[in-house]
């Protein structure tokens, strides 16, 4: 039950920090947002860390495969390319495509069983399912 709670805080989050994020890049500019979201994230973490356990950060060298420690650039990725999407298509369209994209290519990490994740069947109610998802952004489109 918590995980479907923390799933959508997660999503609102997403939207509304979605929309702050675009209404600092028309004041400033994409990389001085960008920028400033990656900061307080940073400093966010720090102190959350601090406040908290503290592991040890050793721990990151011991990572392996490599390109798990890539999370910082693919959140640089994912904050250019929702401050674009949100400015372009606005905040309900934008979020739409954004959680389809987010449900084709978990799916598609499950069912191949990529960076590690226990691989999963196919399961034709799971790919109606999306198709239902994607005729539901047709239908909000128009």
Same mark, same amino acid.
Request: charged fraction near 10%.
């Given at each position: 039950? +918590?995980?479907?709670?923390?799933?959508?805080? %997660?999503?609102?989050?997403?939207?509304?920090?979605? @929309?702050?994020?675009?209404?600092? &890049?028309?004041?400033?500019?994409?990389?001085?947002? %960008?920028? +400033?979201?990656?900061?307080?994230?940073?400093? &966010?973490?720090?102190?959350?860390?601090?406040?908290?356990?503290?592991?040890?950060?050793?721990?990151?060298?011991?990572?392996?495969? +490599?390109?798990?420690? &890539?999370?910082?650039?693919?959140?640089?990725?994912?904050?250019?390319?929702?401050?674009? %999407?949100?400015?372009?298509?606005?905040?309900?369209?934008?979020?739409?495509?954004?959680?389809?994209?987010?449900?084709?290519?978990?799916?598609?990490?499950?069912?191949?069983?990529?960076?590690?994740?226990?691989?999963?069947?196919?399961? +034709?109610?799971?790919?109606?399912?999306?198709?239902?998802?994607?005729?539901?952004? @047709?239908?909000?489109?128009?």
């Amino acid at each position: 039950m +918590w995980g479907i709670v923390i799933a959508l805080v %997660s999503g609102a989050l997403m939207s509304i920090q979605g @929309v702050f994020n675009t209404e600092v &890049t028309k004041q400033t500019s994409i990389w001085v947002s %960008s920028g +400033w979201v990656q900061l307080t994230a940073f400093l &966010t973490c720090l102190v959350m860390w601090l406040c908290t356990g503290r592991e040890q950060i050793n721990g990151l060298g011991q990572v392996h495969p +490599w390109y798990m420690l &890539t999370g910082g650039l693919l959140g640089a990725l994912i904050t250019y390319t929702v401050i674009k %999407s949100v400015g372009s298509l606005g905040p309900a369209r934008s979020a739409l495509l954004i959680v389809i994209a987010q449900i084709l290519v978990a799916y598609a990490i499950e069912v191949m069983g990529l960076f590690g994740v226990e691989k999963a069947g196919l399961e +034709w109610k799971k790919v109606i399912g999306a198709a239902v998802a994607i005729a539901g952004i @047709v239908i909000f489109r128009y």
